[in-house]
């Protein structure tokens, strides 16, 4: 059985890509269980699947900023100030929803 592309060659290849069904992501704290299904979440919207993101243990303004660190690959801050409005503005466009 072959699931849809996670977005990462090396992910298909171990895991078979995305299967459908319930994924439960656990693991300690600050070992990037929130930063992993981020990334995951808008790699699946950049293909143009609508998704939800939610985190029980951050606001917003932190997963969008978790957002902009996997969309320029990296530390925002490291970006000039219209490169961050870009992507923002690029990410703006896809079908992704925050869930406060």
């Known amino acids: 059985m072959q699931g849809i592309p996670l977005g990462s060659n090396k992910l298909d290849r171990v895991?078979?890509?995305?299967?459908?069904?319930?994924?439960?992501?656990?693991?300690?704290?600050?070992?990037?269980?929130?930063?992993w299904c981020?990334?995951?979440?808008?790699?699946?919207?950049?293909?143009?699947?609508?998704?939800?993101l939610t985190s029980f243990e951050q606001r917003?303004?932190?997963t969008v900023q978790k957002?902009?660190?996997a969309y320029v690959g990296g530390d925002f801050t490291k970006v000039t100030e219209e490169e961050r409005r870009e992507a923002l503005s690029d990410m703006g466009k896809l079908p992704m929803h925050i869930f406060d």
């Open 15 to 35: 895991l078979g890509g995305l299967m459908p069904g319930l994924w439960v992501v656990t693991g300690d704290t600050g070992h990037g269980k929130t930063t």
């Open 67 to 69: 957002l902009l660190r």
């Open 60 to 62: 917003p303004i932190g």
């Open 38 to 52: 981020t990334w995951l979440l808008m790699k699946q919207a950049q293909r143009g699947t609508s998704v939800m």
